[in-house]
């Protein structure tokens, strides 16, 4: 993976696909004038959401700024001129999936989730309807089965495994097999006469692309489902009633729309930020004229009536299939924009579209799966890639995967997602709504699905291994703008960072080059005190400072919470390192200021300003007695912070984390029993100083080897410590066991894991963030996904009252 002579070898394979050789501009064209936003981020979500290009967005822009639109119902010039674009783009839409419009009807709605919805509540199930999904389908359309239960429908998953044949009373011919899961019902069928002679009607729902694998569905299922050609055990297929086929094509429009001159679907859906970024919160059902008449809707609002009486029960609908289902005025001004996204696909056309992000993908998996630890074993397992090709007719440009171990253990998705992160690689982990998918591709049982719930886990959670297994995947997915550069970055990424995978123990960490020979004394001395009063805001540094039983007197004794109960942090509120702090023990107030505020704020350590009344308060399984303050001081962190907050005092007698003892890795485990303020995990962090050397003389070596933008060297106050101790060795902390501070003994509880807070910076008022130095970092100090960097502490003394610590005391500390 070295660059030009990939390329060449990219282009020698695909070069006929790649980069839109035929078009106005090409790929490098594209990236340059369209997306000058990107720098050097690799975005690989376009699955999730794609990009808006520059020219797209002039186009919006300037269109908005010349032309009057007004409210379509009505008849004025400026709503007549709204009408006649709203109707232009209805029909591109039908143009763009090949629908006839005198088939098919377009309408509106917020996106693909509001398309589905309106299906599910409007089908006219019966207690003989049966639902019937695909496994792999979006949560969007499971939820459909919500409104076929509650009407006494059947619901059945099923899986399309096999083309079989069938003989019929003509003969044999070919037909799709497909297999049941359990037949969902709930409660007792309604059985009202209407629905015993009505018709019956079954709805079957696939996705054109699968979100999880990428796997693109046969459109011919849409024609076997509909004529009965297909096989189940303990069905008669021709004798089920009539069959009704929706297209989930969300995902699969982006590069492959479904052609529906060809694959007569009843109802196909579409969020148009997936096809070009803009706009969002907006969408289409495509539906034949024929199935909408079937679908009973009750609900009736403006511009879909032609008269209404407000005092008795009289409406009478619109005849326009469109504007009886748009309820309300449709958002005109998203649907003027979608235009100019049309504009840019066609330019480019779909079929070469899809040829450039295929040829992507296809590069990307083939250099996975070569991929190798030193063992010879597998680093990368793809899911979707050994489907059969008469059920699938190809992969589309996603790139579903796990990385393994040489062991054979899992790295878990979102180790993957955060170094990817600090590499400026924008990938998407889980499940992507897609239980379905993810449960069969990842050999997830009923009774795994239930135990990784029952143990907590939830989507979007760090809950990425259980039991041995990935509860999820590492998901990439291309799009009409990506690059054979995006492309090779993510493979490096991966060879970097997980091929061959670290075997050295990051405890007793060898030293960078560059300190290597420099001599060092054994004898280690605390070089400096730091305590931070307000969680997650400046804290001050001190000569000496008495202790408490929760550790350094005033040390996290205050945080900023949100009106909705929020604890407010520096990760999600950056300005709260702009506030600086102090206290002062003989006039026994806390000192506070802020750029953003004119007075600095003195808040009295009595309980003078505090409100008297006291609760409880719970954070990450901790219990707090905590008081607030009088709303004048309230009132200036709000304005320090630029948000409304209020601040809370820890009373800190019975504070205690509740933890597993059971639970803890020598050397890695957590404060249990200690009495605590608001620390995340205990009451004291170490650093040694020659650590934080070594880390720079990394991050200059870095930068002098052709990293941008990236800082040379931290200060030790980037990593919060409250204890910075000279001499030694660079990461001898990792192997202290226990250790005395002139007379006070502490126990080491292991590493701190450090998170994104270290990358960021204070300077002139404002809050930089940057990728260093937790992408360094994680070069080295990265062990089963979590990166550590310093030592946490807990003191083993009963402290009493005027007990100090001091800067120069000795530190002698204690590896056995």
Known sequence: MGGEPDKERFLKEFGRDYGYPNAPHNIDDIRANDFKRLNDVVYLDHAGATLYSESQMQGIFKDLSSTLYGNPHSQSNCSLTTSDIVGEVRQQILSFFNASPTEYNCIFTSGATSSLKLVGETFPWSSRSNYMYTMENHNSVLGIR???????????????????????????????????????????????????????????????????????????LVNSIKEGSYQMPGTSPTQSGHWMVLIDAAKGSSTCPPDLSKYKADFVVVSFYKLFGYPTGIGALIARNESMKLLKKTYFSGGTVAASVADIDFYQRRDGV????????????????????????????????????????????????????ENGNCVCTLYGINEPESLFDSMGPIVSFNLKRPDGSWFGYREVEKLASLSNIQLRTGCFCNPGACAKHLGLSHSDLLSNIEAGHVCWDDHDILNGKPTGAVRVSFGYMSTFEDAMKLLKFIKSSFV????????????????????????????????????????????????????????????????????????????????????????????????????????????????????????????????????????????????????????????????????????????????????????????LEDSVSDLNNRLR????????????????????????????????????????????????????????????????????????????????????????????????????????????????????
């Open 322 to 373: 469109e504007e009886y289902f748009e309820d309300g005025t449709v958002s005109f001004l998203s649907i003027a924009s979608l235009h100019h996204g049309f504009e840019v696909l066609n330019t480019l056309t779909m079929p070469a579209i899809s040829r450039h992000t295929s040829s992507l993908a296809s590069y990307a998996r083939n250099a996975l799966l070569k991929l190798r630890h």
């Open 146 to 220: 919500e409104y076929a239960l509650r009407e006494g429908a059947a619901a059945i998953a099923v899986d399309i495994e096999d083309i079989a044949d069938f003989h019929t009373t003509s003969g044999r011919k070919s037909v799709i097999k497909i297999v049941p899961h359990t037949v969902q019902r709930r409660g007792e069928a309604d059985c009202r006469k209407i629905h015993e002679t009505s018709e019956t009607y079954n709805l079957f729902a696939f996705p054109s692309e699968c979100n999880f694998s990428g796997l693109r569905f046969n459109l011919d």
């Open 500 to 687: 061959p995978q670290l075997t050295h123990n990051i405890f007793g960490e060898e030293p960078s080059s560059a300190t290597e020979g420099v001599e060092r004394t054994s004898r280690y001395f605390l070089k400096s005190i730091t305590i931070y009063p307000i969680k997650s805001c400046a804290g001050f540094s001190v000569e000496s400072w008495p202790l408490c039983n929760t550790g350094l007197l005033h040390d996290r004794e205050w945080l900023l919470k949100s009106f909705n109960g929020e604890i407010l942090t520096q990760k999600k509120v950056p300005e709260m390192g702009l506030i600086t702090t102090s206290v002062d023990l003989k006039l026994g107030v806390l000192i506070v200021e802020s750029p953003r505020c004119k007075e600095k704020m003195q808040i009295e350590l009595t309980s003078a300003q505090s409100i008297g009344k006291r609760e409880v308060m719970e954070i990450h399984s901790q219990r707090y007695e905590v008081g607030g303050y009088w709303n004048e001081i309230d009132i200036w962190f709000s304005n320090a912070v630029g948000r409304p907050c209020t601040l809370v005092r820890s009373y800190a007698v019975q504070n205690q984390m509740w933890s597993n003892r059971e639970q803890c890795i020598v050397g890695m485990c957590r404060d249990v029993e200690t009495k605590l303020n608001f620390v995340n995990e205990a009451q004291f962090l170490l650093l």
């Open 701 to 816: 070596s870095k930068l002098h080897n052709g990293s941008h933008n990236q800082p040379a060297e931290v200060d030790p106050m980037r990593f919060r410590p409250n204890f910075v101790v000279s001499g030694g060795k660079p990461y001898a902390e990792d192997g202290w066991r226990s250790l005395k501070i002139g007379e006070r003994n502490f126990k080491s509880l292991g590493g701190c894991n450090r998170c994104q807070m270290i990358n960021m910076t204070s300077a002139d008022g404002t809050v930089q963030r940057s990728n260093e130095p937790l992408a360094t970092l994680a070069s080295y100090r990265r062990l089963k996904g979590k990166i550590y960097f310093g030592i946490l502490l807990r003191l083993c003394d009963f402290i009493d009252q005027d007990t100090w610590i001091s800067v120069g005391q000795e530190t002698i500390p204690n590896t056995d």
